[in-house]
């Protein structure tokens, strides 16, 4: 009977484990990647980015230059006002507008199952450009704003996993709950609850060590697709820095837990069997 009772208590606490060991890491993504306003809270600082500033701001004056209203004469005369007046408009808060509307965007393009492209409406941007640009021509005269100002910054390839983990994101924060409370359950079932609790501490250092691999190899999880894809990649690129950062410590921290309950588990048996 205390076998049976032992072995229960031993599959709870590999469940357990399991579960310990995906809480940090399902919990962080959520917060910080699935959660829109986690990942608008990331990408926001990146506005200020001269590199991501050019991908749209270029954009813009290519879509006001490939203009066929435009005459020749004038887009030889508007293209260094337009250069000037896309520098110019990119701490404003037209800028700021489109740059959010382009993360929420991409946000949803990067959690929908499939590939798709990141289309950006860059309309406001262009009127601004248009209206620095039409302050220094002559004569009153206007540059005709683009039929159509959507442009496609990127193409978002297909991440089955990014999609999978948005539709099991709900559960993220309640794996740490669960984890403690098989642990609880198996530690009352058990025969010799001395050696569970050394087990115990045996699986939250298995767990913490899982973390603190996961924190520092997590760029070979990420496809390549994804990784070196235009526009896309270098914001990757930020939440997998903020990843190490953040989730590192924390699965140092369950490592340094699952070493203490191990180590006590270790001296009860040892006081046990010397009295």
Not at 25 to 44: C, K, M, N, S, Y
Not at 116 to 136: F, Y
Not at 140 to 156: F, H, N
Not at 163 to 189: D, M
Request: charged share 15%; hydrophobic share 50%; no cysteine.
């Amino acid at each position: 009977m205390s076998s049976a009772r032992d072995l229960l208590a031993a599959a709870l606490l590999l469940i357990a484990t399991v579960l310990g060991a995906l809480w940090i890491p399902a919990a962080w993504l959520d917060r910080t990647a699935i959660e829109q306003e986690g990942f608008l809270a990331v990408t926001e600082p990146l506005a200020d980015d001269p590199a991501f500033q050019r991908t749209l701001t270029d954009s813009a004056v290519a879509q006001i230059l490939g203009d066929e209203r435009v005459p020749d004469w004038i887009t030889e005369r508007v293209t260094p006002l337009a250069e000037e007046q896309a520098a110019r408009i990119t701490g404003t808060e037209v800028y700021g507008s489109v740059w959010d509307v382009t993360m929420r965007e991409l946000h949803g393009a990067l959690f929908s199952p499939g590939a798709s492209d990141l289309d950006v409406d860059l309309g406001p941007a262009i009127d601004a450009i248009l209206s620095g640009i039409e302050d220094h021509l002559p004569l009153g005269i206007t540059v005709p704003r683009p039929e159509d100002a959507t442009v496609t910054l990127a193409t978002i390839p297909d991440v089955p996993l990014l999609a999978k983990a948005a539709s099991l994101s709900p559960w993220a924060h309640r794996l740490g709950p669960a984890a403690l409370l098989l642990l609880l359950v198996a530690l009352t079932v058990a025969a010799h609850r001395r050696t569970m609790l050394t087990l115990a501490g045996v699986g939250g250092i298995l767990a913490g060590g899982a973390v603190w691999l996961l924190a520092t190899r997590i760029e070979d999880l990420v496809p390549d697709s994804i990784d070196q894809a235009v526009f896309v990649g270098p914001i990757v690129q930020v939440f997998q820095e903020k990843f190490t950062t953040e989730v590192m410590p924390q699965g140092v921290i369950m490592l340094g837990v699952g070493a203490l309950v191990m180590a006590v588990g270790l001296v009860l048996i040892g006081l046990r069997r010397s009295a």
